[in-house]
């Protein structure tokens, strides 16, 4: 092939690639912007990293999902279809490392369990 027969770069145009939220890239079910949106609305530092919202909502969402396992589990055992306000304070008391980190949180409908 001659040298100068090759074309480089004019024959293809590439497709401009559709944008991709913070939320899709992260594969997240949280909403990043939400989350970032009540970070820098709360006043909470005066710098704010681009990875930060993005963490949060990560640890947001587990914690809602380690929660809403255990509850479906008190339900499971109770022998109830539905997870009650009862069943998420039940979960949480059950649980050492969620009963340290949530024990003094009030749910809507439900008297203070002991631990």
Known sequence: MPRGS???GSSRRR?????CSPTARAELI??????????RGGRYAQ???CS?????????????????????REARYRSRRRITPEL???AILNDPL???LL??????????GQP
Do not use: K
């Open 52 to 72: 930060a919202s993005v963490f949060l909502a990560a640890t947001l969402q587990f914690l809602t999902a380690t929660l809403l396992e255990l509850a479906d």
């Open 98 to 100: 969620l009963c340290a």
């Open 6 to 8: 090759r074309r480089r």
């Open 88 to 90: 998420l304070d039940l």
């Open 103 to 112: 024990g003094t949180t009030t749910i809507s409908r439900v008297a203070p």
């Open 47 to 49: 710098r704010l990293s």
């Open 30 to 39: 949280f909403s990043v912007s939400q989350v970032e949106r009540a970070l």
């Open 15 to 19: 497709r401009r690639q559709r944008a």
